[in-house]
Structures are given as C-alpha cells and as structure tokens.
C-alpha cells in the first residue's frame, strides 16, 4: 500500500507546477536525529570545506527520492533550493537539475537553461557532493557536442569547486569514449593545493585510464614523480601490483 501512495503520490506532484517551499515541507518530513548525528559525524573531517552549512538531518536516499517526484520543477523555484542555508535542499536542488538533465528528449533550450543556472549559481554549488551529483550531466551532457573553454577557465579558477567542476564534467565525455579533455584538465590541477582536488584528479584519471590504458600510462610516465600522493594512488588503483609498485616508487 505504501509504495502504491507513493507512485499516486509522484504522479501528481509531476502534473502540476511544484514549488521549493512545497519541497522542503516534504522534506522536512525525513528529518531524523540519528541522521544528523550521522551526516556531522561524516562532514567533521571536511570542516574547512562545510564552513557555514547548516544540516537537516535527512538521509541522501530521500533526497534524491524526492528530487526525482519533484523534477519537474521550474528552474525558478530550483535557484530557490540553491539559496537555501541547508545542505539536503541544496542537495535536493542539484539533483533536480541533475534528473531533468538525464531525459533523454530534453530541448536543446532546457539543456542550456540548466547549464546556465548551474554556472550562474556555483557560488551555492559550494561542496564535493553537491558538484560531484550534477556536474555530468548538467555540464558536460551539455559540452559534449560544443566547444569546451569555459572547462579550462573553470580549472584555473580560484574556486575551488569550480575547479573541481572542470573535472569532474568529463565524466560524461568519459562515458562516451572521449577521454582528452579528462587528461588535459588533470594536467592543469596537478598543482593544485587542495586535497579533494587531488581525489577528484586521480579518480576521473583511473577512469579515463578504464577507456585508454595507454594513455594513463602516457600520463603517469610524464606526472608519477611529481603529482600529489592522493592522486596518485587514486589513479592507479585499477593496475596490477607491479604497475602501482613502480608508480609509487
């Protein structure tokens, strides 16, 4: 029965205009004080990155249900969820841009409003999760078939969100077997000083490498010696113990 209201309950919500404030009364809904023991307990090593975030308590699996039952929402009241001071909203935000990025038959024009507000407001796309769960397909779904500059002038951002963006963007070129902008963009964040670049640098690097071997191999020959530990070994994760051995050394 339950899961029968919930479907009835989707339903509606997708056939009429559904608002922010409506999302985070539904929200609200799935605040837990276990959660939020939980989600402060994670985020404490990410202090320096959470500054200002305020939680609510809501597991991300509800989160990312409730997106889904609202991604019909107008790109209006989606920036409203972006300005929100609480991290699950924001959360809930990107994920509805997220979903309505991934339809299949989206106009050219949608697909370029959601690109637009996604840059437009970076400034509230403020940490790891909330890039990493839109930036694919929000951003790099709608690069695919374009030129790709402003990927290179986000990496040289001082953001460092936005830098984690012109990385973490590729992972839908990756997708497709377009793996160049993946290596190129990791050779301008090799430098970089903050450690979730790193991460993010050698995990979009280990799955370029999925599509092209030879090229990781190409790029590690050139970098091992000098690039960030963390990137390093998250890069080279998928070779065998005598290729991480080498690396490492």
Known sequence: MAKTAKK??????????????????RLKEHQSDDELRKILKYFKSEDEYSKGDKFMGVRMGEVFALAKEFMAMELTEVEKLLENA????RVGGVSILDFQARQKKLPEEKRKALFDLYIK?????NNWDLVDRSAPYVVGGYLYD??????????????????RTAIVSTYFFIRQGDV????????????????????ATGSWLRAAGGKSPEQLILFLDKHAA???????????????KKQRDIYMK
């Open 180 to 199: 160049e902008d993946t290596f190129r963009i990791a050779e301008l964040l090799l430098k970089d000083k903050e450690d979730l670049i790193h991460k």
């Open 226 to 240: 000098t690039m960030p530990r963390v990137a390093l070994r998250y890069a080279i994760e998928h070779l065998s």
């Open 8 to 25: 009835v309950t989707a339903k509606k919500t997708a056939s009429r205009k559904v608002t922010a404030k409506e999302f985070i009364e």
């Open 86 to 89: 609480i991290h699950e909203v």
């Open 146 to 163: 374009k030129p790709r500059d402003i990927l290179y002038k986000l990496a040289r951002s001082k953001n460092m969100w936005e830098r």
């Open 121 to 125: 407001r970076h400034d509230r796309i």
